[in-house]
């Protein structure tokens, strides 16, 4: 027997009160019967669905990111698979969190995370999944160094494979600032009050607490002297046009030429210089050193997310999205060969230790989420 | 059962899919926001059960948010006020032409065809340093180095004149075509000059429908967070971004519970006091 769509059964129903057969109540019963078993199954419908998987959710940072995704990857995935790749974007981790804690479970499946801090957030919500690395043959080039803190976080086992890697540092405009003045003031020229009005900074709070540890000399992972960060934020944001909220904003506000200098991330300041903007971009000593991952929330269908990131940590397709989006991909230049572009990326280190990058330590940072965010609302507001 | 009976009960039965869908879509989760109100954020991030009313001590006794909300109220009067001036002329204009209305006032409903997003960031193009408006100033010699327009209470105030003035002038012709121009004309014939006729018995009568536009324009001014955070700095924050922040950025949903609901009773309160003294029927035929 052929199988019926609700569309195919609306219309068969639709002809035969048009021919007369049907009365108008009947009809209207009909039709609201149907869309009450419709209603109380689709709840259910999900677990049916998930048996056979035609797509999968992934969620990324928007811009020039997710055009090398779906170019490079979700593209070819789909034509191989069949399998639909919807994706979504969003301004931070925060704000993706809020919307996958309002979803149900499975509505959300695969998340471009930034830091190891963000993956001990989402475990210790327990939205974390547990992967089958039998499945991601491929995760075998991947550095080693980017694979344990994850480990360290679930317990020998992952949740995300390592992606890319990369940095957020100081980015000037060079027909207003030299490298050399860059170089002298380090973090410091964010606080220079001769680019009044000309200065901005993301609007994250550990971007601002890191690059304020870095202007009163401390350590960024142990900042002793929380109230003299607090005040060179304040500093900063006296002198400051905006605080931009994501990638497509840093790049209008550098290329509109109504900022100088701000710090931001090394993949958008690149494609900045590749578009012909004669852009800066330098990380002062101890920089904001970050990996990004690929992490599966807990209720997504395992097989198929495992399949798709082993498709995506591939050589060939983790090196074209790198180039799409600017940021070394997390393969390890000793065991494969990431081409010509990749060795000139911003933040690239070509012998796989990552030993000159320094990254959030999860404990220190996470531990003071709560009370940092609410004060960053407040300070970022004036006060 | 009896005629009566049966008759008492039609105007529910006829009611009934309206009263389940504002149940459903308005007072439950209006229900949901209240409790969450009364929750806390725990360090990790998850949300603690429980009735607790440190959120809205927080929110109550704070001036951090008192100051914000009367900055937020203090930006919504003023875009009101803008819109009154600039929406009422365009709208008498509207009403007392002689050609075809229908084709102004699509022209007025133009802009909604445009995102409300797309249309706040269109003023970076324009009022930009590399914008419309200083290309031109600087190519005509006017000034030396671009002015900064951007990003300050003013570009909010723009922003939000630019989103709510359709609402205003909207208002304000429904309230004009209804009134009778042969009231003008009497009072010409009695000596009025056309001045005179206008602000003695235009004005007044239209009154009504000046008062819709600017409560609407004012509650919706007064929610809004896209503008200013498209247009606005880092002082420029408004209530509404408060909220933001805390649901999305700081996953504080207890504390963005509560400032929601505080936020709703203050617009709340003037929705009441405009029903109390002018009713919403103006306001229906506005919308409608």
Redesign the interface.
């Known amino acids: 027997m052929k199988k019926m769509d609700n569309t195919t059964r609306y219309e068969r129903l639709r002809e035969r009160y048009m021919n007369g057969d049907l009365d108008r109540r009947g009809f209207l019963g009909l039709i609201g019967a149907a869309g009450l078993a419709y209603g109380v199954q689709t709840p259910f419908a999900r677990y049916a669905n998930a048996q056979n998987v035609s797509q999968v959710r992934f969620d990324g940072w928007g811009g020039v990111v997710s055009e090398a995704f779906r170019k490079y990857a979700f593209d070819p995935y789909t034509k191989k698979t069949g399998i639909e790749v919807v994706d979504g974007t969003f301004g ?1 981790g ?2 993706y ?2 919307r996958v ?1 309002a979803g149900q479970p499975g509505e959300y499946n695969i998340a471009h995370l930034s830091g190891v801090f963000d993956y001990a ?1 989402y475990t ?2 327990g939205l974390n999944s547990e992967l089958n690395e039998a499945n991601i043959p491929n995760l075998q080039f991947v550095i080693p160094k980017l694979i344990e803190p994850y480990r360290k976080i679930s317990n020998g086992t992952l949740s995300c494979v390592p992606y890319d890697y990369g940095t957020t540092g100081l980015a000037y405009n060079r027909k207003y600032i030299s490298d050399d003045e860059v170089k002298e003031k380090g973090a410091n020229i964010l606080l220079d009050a001769a680019y009044k ?1 000309k200065i901005a900074g993301w609007s994250d709070w550990r971007t601002r607490m890191w690059y304020a540890a870095l202007q009163t000399n401390q350590d960024p992972n142990n900042a002793t002297d929380v109230e003299a960060c607090w005040d060179a934020v304040r500093q900063h ?1 006296d002198l ?4 931009w ?1 994501s990638g497509a904003e840093l790049m ?1 506000l550098l290329a ?3 900022i100088y200098v701000t710090e931001g991330w090394s993949g958008r300041i690149y494609a900045l210089q590749e578009q012909g903007h004669d852009i800066g971009y330098m990380d002062p000593p101890n920089g904001f050193g970050w990996q990004e991952c690929l992490f599966v929330l807990k209720g997504s269908p395992m097989e198929a997310c495992e399949e798709l990131l082993n498709f995506m940590l591939a050589p060939e397709t983790s090196i074209a999205v790198a180039e799409g989006q600017n940021y070394p991909p997390a393969l390890d230049p000793q065991k494969v060969d990431l081409g010509d572009k990749i060795p000139t990326l911003p933040a690239f280190d070509p012998t796989g230790k990552l030993s000159g990058l320094t990254f959030a330590d999860p404990d220190y940072w996470n ?1 003071h ?2 009370e940092w ?2 004060t960053m ?2 300070v ?4 | 059962m009896s005629v009566e009976a049966r008759e008492a009960r039609q105007p529910w039965i006829l009611l009934s899919p309206a009263l389940s869908a504002v149940g459903l879509l308005l007072f439950v989760p209006l229900g949901f926001i209240l409790v969450y109100s009364f929750w806390l954020r725990t360090a990790s991030g998850a949300d603690q059960v429980g009735f607790y009313l440190d959120n809205w001590r927080a929110a109550l006794s704070d001036p951090f948010y008192r100051d914000i909300l009367l900055n937020t109220l203090k930006i919504a009067a003023i875009t009101t006020g803008i819109c009154a001036l600039m929406g009422y002329p365009a709208a008498y204009f509207i009403a007392r032409a002689r050609g075809n209305k229908a084709i102004l006032l699509l022209l007025l409903m133009l802009p909604f065809w445009i995102s409300y997003i797309i249309r706040t960031m269109s003023w970076i193009n324009i009022l930009g340093v590399s914008g419309a408006l200083n290309s031109a100033m600087l190519w005509l010699g006017i000034v030396d180095t671009p002015v900064q327009m951007l990003y300050n209470e003013p570009s909010v105030i723009l922003g939000l004149v630019h989103f709510l003035l359709p609402f205003m002038i909207l208002n304000v012709f429904v309230s004009l075509e209804g009134i009778d121009t042969n009231l003008e004309a009497a009072a010409n014939s009695l000596g009025a000059t056309r001045w005179q006729s206008f602000v003695q018995v235009t004005l007044p009568l239209s009154l009504p429908g000046l008062a819709a536009g600017g409560l609407l324009c004012f509650v919706l001014g007064a929610g809004t967070y896209i503008t200013p955070m498209v247009l606005g700095g880092p002082s420029n924050a408004m209530f509404a971004n408060l909220v933001y922040e805390a649901i999305i950025t700081q996953l504080n949903w207890p504390l963005g519970s509560a400032l929601s609901l505080m936020l709703l009773a203050v617009l709340g309160a003037l929705v009441l006091i405009y029903n109390r003294y002018l009713g919403m029927a103006q306001l229906m035929k506005g919308l409608g």
């Open positions: 931070g925060d704000q969190l809020s804690k957030r210790g919500l009005d944001r400051l046009l905006k605080y909220t209008s509109n030429e109504e531990g989420e709560q965010s609410q609302g407040r970022q507001k004036g006060y």
